[in-house]
């Protein structure tokens, strides 16, 4: 999301790169970008990624956890979602939103530095995120989420891709992100990806605004 003055930073941030502290607004505005289509997006990309009934999963930079619950409902009681965020606000409201789903849980944290052991999860996925962290940042994150990956496990990172014309393009306008500092930001994730050591790389696109990257841990 474009950072305006009606997304405010974190009061609290932790680590290195933007935080948004107005969950509520931005779950709306996230809704409203996708005009109908946000569930549907997340559904595709927990396609992509193959998450399946007794995962244990990972959203790193989960925000207010709209994708964290998803993985919940889809990994089912046997599996398990944790989402993590930097902005305090987001955790907080998180976990209101979750207390109906047992197997999901919410806790600060940065992506440079997760707190989980080697070898940890089945699946992590990370959207509209790494465009928030600093060029020198993104690389220890992305092998941050390869070690707490088991061998064989799967990463699957997001991030917005702007359509090139159409009525999108013009929403996407509308908004701000054609050209704004937040398209300056994003940058090609199969090449960090393949730096931090993934194999098997595949990438897509989820219509209207994600472009993701998957990828196996050796």
């Given at each position: 999301?474009?950072?305006s003055r009606l997304f405010h930073p974190s009061s609290r941030p932790s680590g290195q790169g933007?935080?948004?502290g107005t969950p509520r607004f931005y779950d709306l505005s996230a809704g409203l970008l996708f005009g109908g289509t946000r569930r549907r997006s997340y559904r595709r990309l927990m396609q992509a990624a193959g998450v399946q009934s007794g995962d244990r999963a990972l959203d790193v930079g989960c925000g207010p956890g709209y994708f964290a619950r998803m993985l919940a409902e889809a990994v089912g009681p046997m599996g398990s979602a944790v989402g993590i965020d930097a902005a305090t606000e987001m955790i907080e409201y998180a976990t209101w939103k979750v207390s109906r789903l047992s197997n999901c849980g919410f806790q600060a944290g940065t992506a440079e530095a997760l707190a989980f052991p080697d070898?940890?999860?089945?699946v992590v996925v990370s959207s509209l995120m790494m465009h928030h962290l600093p060029d020198e940042v993104r690389l220890k994150a992305a092998g941050e989420m390869k070690r707490v990956l088991r061998p064989g496990a799967t990463l699957l990172l997001a991030d917005f891709a702007i359509p090139e014309k159409g009525g999108w393009r013009i929403v996407a306008a509308l908004n701000?992100?054609?050209g704004g500092d937040m398209v300056r930001r994003v940058s090609p994730l199969e090449p960090l990806v393949g730096e931090a050591g993934f194999t098997e790389l595949r990438s897509g696109d989820v219509p209207p605004w994600l472009h993701y990257v998957r990828a196996t841990k050796p």
């Open positions: 999301m474009k950072e933007i935080t948004i070898d940890s999860f089945d701000g992100h054609v």
